[in-house]
């Protein structure tokens, strides 16, 4: 085959074809893949974080949910239209994992690495009919049956999820838009990915000891439930959806144990995230955590939360409402220092980020939202909250680690309390009883109304703490670290030759044969031409 000003570019052009058509067979199984993945989320979850706007601010709260054919039903105690976001995350699914921060097949992945499922989908949440009543309450029933018992006359309404858009990422190569359509027709299919060899795990740690006991310490337990949380909902204003409400899971740590926690955690947003763009736009944050979560509350038979549904108020929740924070300087190495303690699946998060640049942040609280038993919201101030301190010898067994936070921290400065009425109508913070067996309770849950009071408010830290500095900088020579893996070496070296090998070998194969004619065949050249074939004839 001769290569020449013809033939060169037609070649060129069949090559890019043929890539165009292996881009786009990848984008067809990238899309079923993610459908499925979707639609296999959907319905092995049980509960997720579903966020709302109500006045202007963004609020959220755990619920549970029931799902069939990709249709959505919750029980809330309300009874009005709203929309609203619902969040899931992959670290749920299996209560095996809870310990540790742990995700996938293998349990090495990190709850904020891509490859552990996370998927939000929005849309318009309705009051059904009375003709897809009954058919919501069996769905919902069927994964969640302490909900049969729940006191009818306390205004619980089913509702059902109108779903008008889904985000998801599960993979390398950032998240993106599911077609509602195709997730409503795909086959749930879960599509394990799988971590790497060299990653190492937490050593195992105390699971199933259950809650302390804490009593009437509303600040005790809430500062307990942020600490052993190690991930949580980041919600905001989307500047994706109009203003609405929008949530995202991210990895979360506050100090490096429960006993040097300050209250006020870390959290990493990388620059393309949604979530960081919304901040950006928009700093008000809500931040969710709960105990259907936590390993401490894993039963024996794997149950969650002591046996309680993530929906019923026994089974603690926090919503705390404030400004994202950007950290700086020794904020950022404590916070660096925190994640390479309790995320050993997420080296990046304990060595200044993601590739693709971003900003570690805390909370700069404004009020929270807090169900810890029945009788709806607990009360609690952000000053009894940030000032409350552990004392080490209620908790035997917690390790003790570097605080945080010093005892003198400005962070306690403010006082504004957030304080609960019983409200009525459609407040979705409607007050209602909640029977056990043990009488008539109240049982608050939804969208109340928040009384935001933006007071000036500091995070302070101590400034040169060496066993911070010095820790960071350790974890900087882990040799983990360094750690050579042929395995992802293999990997790598066989999904760029399959990419790129063809197009290399297409330009190496044309220079050569192109440098081969120049000597042979250019009749620009002081040699003269002579024919193949000897003895011939001008």
């Keep these: 085959v001769r290569f020449n000003s013809y033939t060169l570019p037609k070649m060129v052009?069949?090559?890019?074809k043929i890539a165009a058509a292996v881009l786009l067979f990848a984008s067809v199984a990238s899309a079923n893949n993610n459908s499925e993945e979707a639609r296999w989320l959907v319905q092995t979850s049980l509960w997720g974080t579903l966020s709302w706007m109500e006045g202007g601010s963004v609020s959220s709260m755990v619920a549970s949910y029931g799902e069939s054919g990709g249709r959505i039903f919750y029980y809330l105690p309300v009874n009005m239209e709203f929309r609203g976001a619902l969040t899931l995350s992959e670290a749920a699914v299996d209560?095996?994992?809870?310990?540790?921060?742990?995700?996938?097949p293998d349990g090495n992945l990190d709850p904020e690495d891509p490859r552990c499922a996370k998927l939000t989908l929005s849309g318009t949440m309705t009051p059904v009919d009375e003709d897809t009543k009954q058919f919501g309450l069996d769905t919902l029933f069927a994964t969640h049956p302490q909900m049969e018992s729940w006191p009818a006359d306390h205004g619980f309404t089913v509702y059902e999820m109108h779903i008008e858009s889904l985000w998801m990422i599960a993979s390398f190569g950032g998240g993106g838009s599911v077609d509602v359509g195709d997730f409503l027709t795909a086959e749930p299919v879960h599509h394990a990915v799988k971590g790497f060899p060299t990653r190492r795990n937490l050593?195992?740690?105390a699971t199933g000891t259950g809650r302390p006991n804490f009593g009437k310490d509303v600040a005790g337990h809430a500062r307990w439930l942020v600490a052993k949380s190690l991930w949580t909902t980041v919600s905001t204003v989307s500047t994706r959806e109009d203003g609405q409400a929008f949530g995202?899971?991210?990895?979360?740590?506050?100090g490096e144990c429960f006993l040097g926690g300050s209250g006020l955690p870390y959290f990493y947003?990388?620059?393309?995230?949604?979530?960081?763009?919304?901040?950006?736009a928009d700093s008000q944050i809500v931040l969710s955590f709960t105990e259907a979560a936590l390993p401490q509350l894993v039963g024996e038979d794997g149950v969650t939360c002591g046996g309680m549904d993530a929906e019923d108020p026994t089974c603690a929740k926090i919503a705390i409402s404030g400004r994202a924070i950007p950290l700086e300087d020794d904020q950022i190495l404590k916070a660096e220092a925190s994640f390479g303690a309790q995320h050993p699946n997420a080296k990046w998060l304990s060595q200044g980020g993601a590739?693709?640049?971003?900003?570690?942040?805390?909370?700069?609280?404004?009020?929270?939202?807090?169900?810890?038993?029945?009788?709806?919201l607990a009360h609690l101030s952000v000053e009894d909250y940030t000032n409350w301190t552990p004392d080490p010898s209620k908790f035997e067994g917690e390790e003790a680690c570097e605080s945080t936070e010093s005892s003198s921290s400005s962070s306690s400065s403010s006082s504004s309390e957030?304080?609960?009425d019983a409200h009525s109508g459609q407040d979705m913070h409607s007050e209602h009883g909640h029977g056990n067996g043990e009488g008539m309770h109240e049982h608050g849950h939804g969208e109340g109304m928040h009384d935001h009071g933006h007071e000036d408010y500091e995070h302070g830290h101590d400034e040169h703490e060496d066993g911070y500095a010095e820790y960071a900088e350790l974890m900087k020579k882990d040799k983990d670290c360094k750690e050579f893996s042929m395995y992802s070496f293999m990997y790598g070296t066989m999904f760029g030759f399959l990419l790129w090998?063809?197009?290399?070998?297409?330009?190496?194969?044309?220079?050569s044969c192109g440098k081969k004619r120049s000597h042979k065949y250019d009749t620009e050249s002081d040699e003269e031409y002579e024919p193949v074939v000897k003895g011939m004839a001008a």
């Design 203 to 205: 050593e195992d740690r």
């Design 248 to 254: 995202n899971i991210r990895s979360m740590v506050d």
């Design 269 to 280: 947003l990388p620059s393309p995230d949604p979530t960081a763009i919304d901040v950006e």
């Design 13 to 16: 052009y069949i090559a890019m």
């Design 501 to 511: 090998g063809p197009t290399i070998a297409l330009v190496v194969y044309h220079k």
């Design 418 to 420: 957030h304080t609960y």
């Design 95 to 104: 209560s095996t994992q809870f310990d540790g921060a742990r995700c996938g």
């Design 355 to 376: 590739h693709t640049g971003g900003k570690y942040y805390t909370i700069q609280i404004d009020s929270f939202e807090f169900f810890r038993s029945y009788g709806g």
